[in-house]
């Protein structure tokens, strides 16, 4: 069975002008193991099919229309509980620019650890030493000090492998 499925993905915008088709008939699997690369020219529907599969694709104004089963589940059928729930766990989504994804005012300890409270359900103390785990698996050095810093203080090659961690 596929880790992941997409069959027949459409996600269409409606717009004061008409129907924005902003993909329209994408299919493709990944089984286990395996690594998929979406390529494309800016504005050919890439972030616009990965958001999808995330479901964070507000309707209205999208529709999305097709299949999208990880490991077996509809993702398009779950209701926005089990969705949130599957986000963060099972299905993540790093994000080209981190900088536009890190709050610049929290530290990235912080950070790491409120999705490691909200989607594990670890205590404060419990969150923070993972978060240092997940740091040294990603190869950021000093992770017990990094955990305490910023975004800003942290190099663009770093911050991304935070946004991973």
């Known amino acids: 069975m596929p880790l992941l499925e997409v069959e027949n993905l ?19 699997h990944v089984d286990p193991g395996e690594t998929l690369a979406i390529v494309g020219e800016s ?4 972030s616009v099919t990965s958001m999808s599969m995330m479901r964070l694709i507000p309707e209205p104004p999208g529709k999305i229309a097709g ?13 926005d509980r089990e ?6 766990n099972d ?16 530290t990235v ?30 190869g950021i050095p000093e992770p ?4 305490r810093e910023y975004p800003h203080q942290l190099s663009g090659g770093m911050r991304q492998r935070v946004m991973i961690a």
């Open 10 to 28: 459409q996600v269409h915008f409606r717009t004061p002008t008409g129907i924005n088709r902003a993909v329209d008939g994408v299919s493709f």
């Open 67 to 79: 299949s999208i089963r990880l490991e077996g589940r509809d993702i398009l059928a779950l209701s």
């Open 83 to 88: 969705m949130r729930a599957l986000r963060g």
């Open 43 to 46: 504005g050919c529907g890439k």
């Open 109 to 138: 300890g912080r950070q790491i650890g409120e999705t490691l409270r909200l989607h594990q359900g670890l205590d404060q103390a419990q969150a923070e030493a993972r978060a240092v785990e997940m740091l040294t698996l990603v």
């Open 91 to 106: 299905i993540s989504m790093i994000f080209q620019e981190p900088m536009t994804s890190l709050n610049p005012v929290l």
């Open 144 to 147: 017990g000090r990094r955990v």
